[in-house]
């Protein structure tokens, strides 16, 4: 009887082996599992990297991830959105509080698109800025996060690890793309406007690419299922090249802004028609013949506003900002 129930335990124990084996192997994959969360996300900030300029000081890139796919925020230059120039590591403890009014505000957006936003403003530091870190600290869905910039040798970047970093140029590697040049852009009138609440605001813009490169080739728009929804083929999200303008709001309520006619999202939108060069099946429209962009503003809500005007060349990209002061 002894003999006959170790046997019924032993095969019991590996059958509880062999029904754990599934478990164990499928866990490693459950845990990379992603979804797609529409809300509800934290957004951290990014610093993407740094370089030198011809004056001796150095150029700092800064950006950031919503991992949000709708949800937008909007956070003041404040105690939840500011800058800090520290020593090394003096704001690791995420705990501590850095805000100081005299650095707080280094240019940074103040209403955050959902998704990657990449290299998306830079701050110049002194030749002898040396070893010290501009912090950037932002607090989302009561998540503290910050961004370090340094100028530590690893993250020195250059044309080409930006367009490898936003997919430019379907994802290129080549060399060409260190000496790119990014576009040209000036805007046509004040940078400091006003408007009323209700009343078309017009804005003009001419753009144009010095150096062509990289060069406009477009690919054929996919069409069937299979083409638009085929597995990612890098790891980053690509675009095609070409000159394209859009404009954005930088500062200040953007849901309270409409644009005509509608502008292309500026952010790693890769959702199927989601109207975002990153997103099949869009495809770069052809500038104007002569090199300008118009379009128009509408508000709906008074308050203070900074519209972002950007061109690409699907590698680089140029920005240029207007102050609005809406009013009833």
């Known amino acids: 009887m002894r003999l006959v129930n170790l046997k019924f335990s032993k095969l019991g124990s590996l059958l509880l082996v062999a029904s754990l084996i599934p478990l164990l192997v499928a866990q490693p994959v459950n845990a990379q599992t992603r979804y797609m969360q529409l809300r509800g996300q934290i957004t951290s900030p990014a610093f993407e990297g740094w370089w030198p300029n011809e004056d001796g000081t150095f150029k700092l890139f800064f950006g950031y991830m919503n991992s949000n ?48 936003n990449p290299f998306l403003f830079t701050i110049d530091v002194p030749a002898d800025f040396a070893e010290k870190e501009l912090v950037w600290t932002l607090r989302t869905e009561g998540q503290t996060n910050r961004a370090y910039g340094t100028l530590k040798s690893d993250y020195q970047i250059d044309p080409q690890v930006i367009s490898t970093e936003v997919g430019g140029n379907y994802g290129s590697l080549s060399d060409s793309l260190r000496t790119n040049i990014p576009p040209e852009l000036r805007v046509e009138g004040e940078s400091f ?25 477009d690919q054929p728009s996919s069409s ?71 379009a128009e503003v509408v508000f709906d809500e008074p308050g203070e506003y900074v519209l972002r005007g950007i061109a690409s060349d699907g590698s680089l990209f140029t920005y240029q900002n207007v102050n609005v002061t809406v009013t009833r």
């Open 193 to 217: 406007r006003s408007a009323r609440v209700g009343e078309p605001l017009r804005l003009a813009v001419r753009a144009s690419d010095p150096d062509n490169l990289p060069a406009r080739r």
């Open 69 to 116: 796919w709708e949800q937008q925020f909007d956070i003041s230059i404040g105690a939840e959105n500011y800058f800090s120039e520290v020593e090394p590591g003096e704001l690791d403890d995420l705990s501590l509080d850095g805000f100081d009014f005299s650095t707080a505000d280094m240019g940074q957006p103040t209403h955050f698109y959902p998704r990657r």
């Open 224 to 294: 069937s299922m299979d083409q638009l929804y085929r597995p990612p083929s890098s790891i980053v999200a690509i675009s095609g090249p070409g000159l394209r303008f859009s404009w954005t709001v930088y500062r200040g309520p953007a849901a309270k802004a409409s644009f005509e006619p509608t502008q292309f999202k500026t952010y790693t939108d890769t959702r199927m028609y989601a109207n975002s060069p990153w997103a099949p099946p869009f495809g770069i429209p052809q500038p104007p013949e002569d090199g300008r962009w118009s």
